[in-house]
């Protein structure tokens, strides 16, 4: 298995665009989290799906952030519109209710100008 | 609402020493609790998982061990290397799925 891929890695826009974050969780794995890292912040859990549906919420800062999981095998996180404090890696992990071990993907590195 | 906390935040040892990173959480009713490492600019690799009902586990050089009562997790490694400089980071999961992470150790072996 390639394991998670998560696209773009990089990004890089102004302020006020559309961002598109992309994520394939490892086939089979019914569980699919979204964090963000910054320094100053460290690792937060913004929203997590379990069988293509949101469980919580409640860590996605504001109505600017949205996810979807129409299908098993991909999930999209966007922002709209981007603010400079949003630049960030933002990782993708998936699990099953089996093993429990969280899989990241590489993270996208997004810069808002 | 559970709090993760790693100390210390950073360690600097010579290579071969032995060395313990702590992770303490306030919210004993875990479902399990999984060691991950980071290195710069990288992604978390999972290095360890030990379920609520367990109470450590070993892979190679490194033991986790986990006091659900005191909240409170270990991570030995055994004959550091330079290799093994990177950040640590704990993360604590509920019956819900959801995890919360702690803000990670910054290792460094030196040669």
């Known amino acids: 298995d390639a394991g998670v891929i998560q696209s773009p890695r990089h990004e890089v826009t102004e302020m006020g665009q559309e961002v598109t974050l992309r994520c394939k969780p490892i086939s089979g794995h019914d569980y699919l989290f979204w964090y963000r890292q910054t320094m100053m912040r460290g690792l937060e859990l913004l929203i997590y799906?379990?069988?293509?549906?949101?469980?919580?919420d409640s860590g996605m800062p504001e109505d600017r952030f949205s996810a979807k999981m129409p299908n098993a095998s991909f999930s999209t996180l966007k922002i709209q519109p981007s603010e400079p404090r949003d630049s960030a890696v933002y990782f993708c992990a998936s699990t099953n209710s089996g093993s429990s071990i969280q899989f990241f993907g590489p993270g996208t590195r997004l810069t808002v100008l | 609402k559970q709090e993760v906390t790693q100390i210390p935040a950073a360690l600097s040892v010579p290579e071969g020493e032995n060395l313990v990173l702590n992770c303490s959480f306030t919210?004993?009713?875990?479902?399990?609790l999984q060691w991950f490492r980071q290195d710069p600019g990288k992604g978390l690799t999972s290095l360890l998982l030990i379920q609520s009902s367990q109470r450590e586990q070993t892979s190679g050089r490194l033991n986790a061990s986990l006091d659900k009562s005191s909240g409170r997790s270990t991570l030995y490694i055994a004959a550091s290397q330079p290799g093994d400089s990177a950040t640590y980071l704990c993360?604590?999961?509920?019956?819900?799925?959801?995890?919360?992470f702690g803000d990670g150790t910054t290792l460094t072996v030196k040669p």
């Open positions: 993360a604590v999961r509920t019956n819900a799925g959801k995890s919360t």
């Open positions: 799906f379990n069988n293509n549906v949101p469980i919580d």
């Open positions: 919210d004993s009713a875990i479902y399990n």
